[in-house]
């Protein structure tokens, strides 16, 4: 069993920055994948970014590569999602998911095990 708890979201202008952090309960946090979801009013959650169990392996959804970085401490058993020259367009609930499948970047909604129960970010124009 993980848990996962969300912190760091909030209003950001655009152009700030803005960095989440999801920290995890259990020992085997290490062996998930990790990603970040986000959805916005309105719309289908969609993967931002996601990380592979050991760090190596990432994936940026097209409009946030060069802006966000995703990122892992195993030993501190925490996943974080750096977001730098936010847009009004990033604004939405993000949410952090761990995926069994270590060894992937990506992920489907449909096989992520575990969820955080999300966070706001606004980004004011």
């Known amino acids: 069993q993980v848990q996962l708890v969300e912190s760091g979201g909030g209003l950001a202008q655009t152009g700030g920055s803005l960095r989440l952090s999801c920290a995890a309960s259990?020992?085997?946090?290490?062996?998930?994948?990790m990603g970040w979801f986000r959805q916005a009013p309105g719309k289908e959650r969609e993967l931002v970014a996601g990380?592979?169990?050991?760090?190596?392996?990432?994936y940026y959804k097209d409009s946030v590569k060069g802006r966000f970085t995703i990122s892992r401490d195993n030993a501190k058993n925490t996943v974080y999602l750096q977001m730098d020259s936010l847009q009004p367009e990033d604004t939405a609930i993000y949410y952090c998911?761990?995926?069994?499948?270590?060894?992937?970047?990506?992920?489907?909604?449909?096989?992520?095990?575990?969820w955080g129960q999300g966070t706001q970010v606004t980004v004011s124009s």
């Open positions: 998911a761990a995926d069994s499948r270590g060894y992937r970047t990506t992920m489907r909604e449909d096989r992520v095990d575990y």
């Open positions: 259990g020992r085997t946090f290490s062996s998930y994948a």
């Open positions: 990380i592979s169990w050991s760090g190596s392996g990432t």
